[in-house]
Structure formats: C-alpha cells, structure tokens
C-alpha cells in the first residue's frame, strides 16, 4: 500500500521561499503522475500543479505560474514543490496527491487523484 507524506512547510514571510517535499513509500511511485494541491480555510481544495512520470510534462495553476515550480527524483521515491515568491494567499495546508491511473498525461482534474497525503500546513505573513 502505498502512502504519501508531505513535509517541508511553515512559517515565512511574503517574498520568501519554502520548498516542499512529498515521500512515497512502496516501489510504483515513479509511473503515478503526481500533483499538489492546496486548500485555505472555508476555500475549495485547488490545484497547484502536476507531472507526470519522468518529468517531461508539466502544469501549473494560473495562481501560481511563475512562482513555483514542481519537481520529483524518483531514485529517492519524492516529489517536491519549490515556492519562490511567496504571498500571504498562498496561506493553505498543501496536499500531494498520486493519480494512479496514469503516467503520461498530467491532469488538474481532482477527481482523478486517487491517493492523498495528510497535508503540511504553509503560512506566508505579510
């Protein structure tokens, strides 16, 4: 069973950077198109970004283009999320998330994410 654990968040000022990490366990991460999502309080949950299985293809939210960029090394089963620019509305608990019925088509659809991690909770301070 394959389970996902995100870490990396915290507290930062506006301008700042967080990286995030998201670790696998369980050997088939590297065919699961991974995303991030994130959800803010009394918000709907919202897509950040996503790859697919070796990296070649990406997708980002037009709220966050530009800023962050979304990464994986699947020798060490991880996915990442470096945020650079940070402002206070990307206040939210962050979520990776595995779309295990795919490998090469990146998709910002959440009804296709099928696995989920606990979430990692990012405040950015004016």
């Known amino acids: 069973q394959v389970q996902l654990v995100e870490s990396g968040g915290g507290l930062v000022q506006a301008g700042g950077s967080l990286r995030l990490s998201c670790t696998a366990s369980g050997r088939t991460f590297s065919v699961y198109v991974m995303g991030w999502y994130r959800q803010a309080p009394g918000k709907e949950r919202e897509f950040v970004a996503s790859?697919?299985?070796?990296?070649?293809?990406?997708s980002y939210g037009d709220s966050v283009k530009g800023r962050f960029t979304i990464s994986r090394d699947n020798a060490k089963n991880t996915l990442y999320l470096q945020m650079n620019s940070l402002k206070p509305e990307d206040t939210a608990v962050y979520y990776c998330a595995a779309d295990r019925n795919h490998a090469v088509r990146v998709t910002t659809a959440t009804h296709e994410y099928d696995l989920w991690g606990q979430g990692t909770q990012v405040t950015v301070s004016s």
């Open positions: 790859i697919n299985w070796n990296g070649g293809s990406t």
